[in-house]
């Protein structure tokens, strides 16, 4: 079939919107997450190690703390401290906490006993733990999280340069199994794509708080949380969205550095979890919102102009080409990308997730605003 005739069909201009929409995604895939797939940066050993303090923030978290701590306090690290935030906790976290100082010297304890109604969610503990911490250099993560080995401290550090305030990690989850633990595997990846890659290409906006590094006195130049305290979540990607540029952002991708925890058991318990998370969105700087709706709209668009297409009988071979086109550069991106963040057999099926997890997101933004707000702990 020549040009001609194919312009001559019915619906032509819909293949122009989908060759369009195609661009769109290679572009993303080659411009963009091509920089994390096939990113070679290597962390390098400092002269002089900075002293660093851990925060961590808990409510209701013994058997975390439990089997966690021990890792992270027995980091191989010249010096650092660990405080922990224990947050209106009515567990025996406390009794646990202080067994583990009579051992641990370097662990410092803030116990809350009573939450103030005006920060929301983890942003006041957080703040009270930044604030408590002795030294410049912090790293934070969670009670639930584990280091992937004891080097991740320096791993993180090593990161850090002259004109570095912000080290973004990576944190996954351990392999279960069931349907959810895949999809959830499967949607930290995914996001773990697009920060690192838009951060690689000089647009960082968020980071997550699992495994997340920045200065003190970085925290206290913007006020730390204020610009966003009423706001249940952002402790994390919008405090990054809010301070993280080109230059004073880097990205620590060695694997020592990972740290990772349980997914959620079900599928409910993660959807009230990314209703939490999604609801910041749109409180990201307008430029950021662009870029990544316009990702997932693209994304969005490949799938419903590929089914309307092939329903409307235009020449199959013309609509298959181009998917997979995306298809092939997708599993290369994918390929390279799974194997830097140690994300195992998920690239066979990583279409199917995609299709599933974008039926999830989009079900969730669009009935969020009618869903009641939840505590993060």
């Known amino acids: 079939m020549d040009l001609n005739t194919l312009t001559q069909l019915p619906y032509f201009w819909l293949f122009i919107i989908y060759s369009g929409v195609m661009i769109i995604q290679l572009f993303y895939y080659w411009g963009i997450f091509s920089r994390l797939a096939f990113n070679h940066q290597q962390p390098t050993a400092l002269e002089q190690w900075p002293q660093v303090s851990v925060v961590i923030c808990a409510r209701n978290e ?17 010096d650092f401290e660990v405080v922990v935030v224990n ?13 583990f100082q009579k051992e641990y010297s370097h662990l410092s304890i803030v116990n809350i006993e009573k939450d103030l109604n005006f920060f929301s969610g ?3 503990p957080l703040s009270i733990g930044i604030k408590s911490a002795k030294y410049e250099v912090l790293l934070l993560t969670d009670a639930d999280c584990c280091p992937s080995s004891n080097q991740w401290i320096r791993m993180m550090v090593s990161s850090y340069n002259a004109q570095t ?3 973004l990690g990576y944190s996954g989850f351990y392999k279960d199994k069931g349907f959810a633990n895949i999809m959830q595997r499967f949607n930290v990846f995914h996001t773990a794509l697009q920060y690192f890659s838009l951060a690689l290409a000089g ?21 730390g949380f204020i610009s966003h305290y009423s706001l249940e979540s952002g402790d994390d990607d919008l405090f990054i969205n809010q301070v993280a540029k080109r230059k004073n952002t880097r990205c620590c991708l060695h694997p020592d550095s990972f740290t990772f925890s ?3 058991k079900g599928f409910n318990e993660w959807i009230r979890q990314k209703r939490r998370h ?7 700087k307008p430029w950021h919102q662009f870029v990544l709706g316009l990702y997932s709209f693209s994304q969005l668009l490949v799938f419903l102009l590929l089914i309307v297409l092939l329903i409307l009988r235009f020449p199959w071979p013309f609509v298959v080409f181009l998917f997979l086109l995306r298809l092939v550069s997708q599993m290369i991106i994918y390929y390279n990308a799974m194997k830097k ?5 998920l690239l066979l099926i990583s279409p199917i997730l995609e299709f599933f997890e974008m039926i999830i997101l989009y079900y969730v933004v669009l009935t969020n605003r009618f869903v009641k707000k939840s505590q993060w702990k």
């Open 262 to 264: 349980h997914a959620k």
């Open 278 to 284: 999604l609801s910041t969105g749109r409180h990201y």
């Open 341 to 345: 963040l140690q994300i195992g057999k």
């Open 203 to 223: 647009m960082p906006y968020m980071g997550v708080g699992r495994n997340l590094s920045y200065k003190k006195s970085l925290f206290y130049k913007v006020n």
């Open 62 to 78: 013994y058997e975390n703390l439990k089997k966690n701590l021990p890792f992270i306090l027995n980091q191989d690290y010249p």
């Open 122 to 124: 983890k942003k006041f």
């Open 87 to 99: 947050h209106t906790s009515d567990d025996d976290s406390l009794y646990l906490l202080r067994d």
């Open 165 to 167: 305030s912000i080290v």
